[in-house]
């Protein structure tokens, strides 16, 4: 049950080499954290693994197709298709009301699961109407996270997603991620808050665009 699987991965910008020969796997239905200080390569790792970019060398295998061989379309459909973004400043639109942030996803991605119902699950049944500015930090976090659930891709990929939020609105945060997780959900987190490490199954520490551990069969759960 293999689901992502970087070989001998690199990624150069010019003159920095931001990733150095990494290799790793991501198994269905794990729950994954990658960790690292700034400048670590945890932004450049996360663009390879949502599509974003392309590495230097190596290869990234998702579902067996090999992503780094993708032209431009191929990375779009990957991107729409394969990965929900929730990102640390929530990108929603701001002239969209809760609601409408979530559907515009199911108009564009064709996807049968109800907006409404979605927020509902994510605790913002009465606030709906509300634009994201009416709307808290956690909240908005919230919105974005229903908005990648409505999506429904497999693969849920995370940028420091309580990067913005107080402690115990981080924390709300994460057990709703871990939640998502249990029913299914590949859930990665890019992050420099070493808090989620408890909710992993697996933790990936980068240091200088290498890797310095990995450590799996944490809190062994449905992915094991
Ligand atoms: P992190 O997200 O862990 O802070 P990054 O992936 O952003 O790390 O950066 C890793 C290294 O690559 C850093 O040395 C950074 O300066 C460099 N880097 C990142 N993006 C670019 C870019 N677009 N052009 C040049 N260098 C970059
Ligand atoms: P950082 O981690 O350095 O604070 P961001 O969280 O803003 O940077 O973004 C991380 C990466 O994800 C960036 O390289 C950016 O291009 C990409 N990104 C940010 N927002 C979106 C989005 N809404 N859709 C697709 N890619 C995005």
Redesign the pocket.
């Known amino acids: 049950n293999e689901l992502i699987t970087f070989q001998r991965v690199d ?1 150069t ?7 150095k020969n990494i290799n790793f796997t991501i198994n269905e239905k794990e729950f994954v954290v990658i960790l ?12 390879l693994l949502g599509g974003l970019d392309q590495p230097s060398t190596g290869d990234i295998w998702v579902q067996g197709i090999n992503i780094a061989e993708f032209n431009e379309n191929e990375l779009a459909d990957y991107r729409a298709k394969k990965v929900g973004f929730i990102f640390q400043f929530y990108n929603l639109l701001p002239t969209l009301n809760a609601l409408d942030n979530v559907n515009l996803v199911h108009q564009v991605n064709n996807s049968s699961l109800n907006g409404e119902n979605i927020l509902q699950k994510v605790g913002l049944a009465e606030k709906m109407r509300q634009y994201p500015s009416e709307l808290s930090g956690g909240e908005q976090q919230r919105v974005s996270i229903a908005r990648a659930i409505a999506k429904n891709a497999p693969i849920l990929l995370c940028d420091e997603p309580t990067g913005a939020l107080d402690t115990q609105t981080g924390k709300q945060i994460m057990k709703l991620l871990k939640s998502l997780n249990r029913q299914g959900k590949t859930v990665i987190v ?1 992050t ?1 808050n070493e808090e989620f490490s408890v909710l992993a199954n697996k933790v990936i520490r ?1 240091k200088d ?1 290498e890797i310095e551990s990995i450590e799996s069969n944490l809190h062994p759960s449905e992915a094991d």
Not at 13 to 19: D, G, P, W
């Open positions: 990624k910008y010019e003159m920095t080499s931001a990733l690292g200080p700034s400048g670590a390569g945890k932004s450049t790792l996360l663009n890019v420099h980068l665009g």
